[in-house]
């Protein structure tokens, strides 16, 4: 069975793991995705392994004392 196109991410793990599937499902590399928008490989791999930063955290911190529901879908 094939993963979901979409997710609702409840931390810094769920996010990584879904930018991940979609990555790989596209056939794209950590490197090459890094390369396009400018940033490194190290943060797209500690993305996508959930490495907690503050940014992200702070991120659900906010979702989670608005009550906000975050849906992430990939699209075709």
Same mark, same amino acid.
């Given at each position: 069975?094939?993963?979901?196109?979409?997710?609702?991410?409840? /931390?810094?793990?769920?996010?990584?793991? =879904? !930018? @991940? &599937? !979609?990555?790989?499902?596209?056939? !794209?590399? #950590? *490197? @090459?995705? *890094?390369?396009?928008?400018? $940033?490194?490989? #190290?943060?797209? @791999? %500690?993305? %996508? /392994?959930? !490495?907690? /930063?503050?940014?992200? #955290?702070?991120? =659900?911190? $906010? =979702? +989670?004392?608005? +009550? $906000?529901?975050?849906?992430? %879908? %990939? &699209? *075709?």
């Amino acid at each position: 069975m094939d993963d979901p196109l979409w997710t609702r991410p409840r /931390n810094p793990t769920d996010l990584g793991r =879904f !930018v @991940s &599937r !979609v990555r790989r499902r596209r056939g !794209v590399t #950590q *490197a @090459s995705l *890094a390369t396009e928008l400018g $940033i490194t490989r #190290q943060y797209v @791999s %500690e993305l %996508e /392994n959930g !490495v907690d /930063n503050l940014y992200v #955290q702070r991120l =659900f911190e $906010i =979702f +989670d004392e608005l +009550d $906000i529901d975050v849906r992430l %879908e %990939e &699209r *075709a």
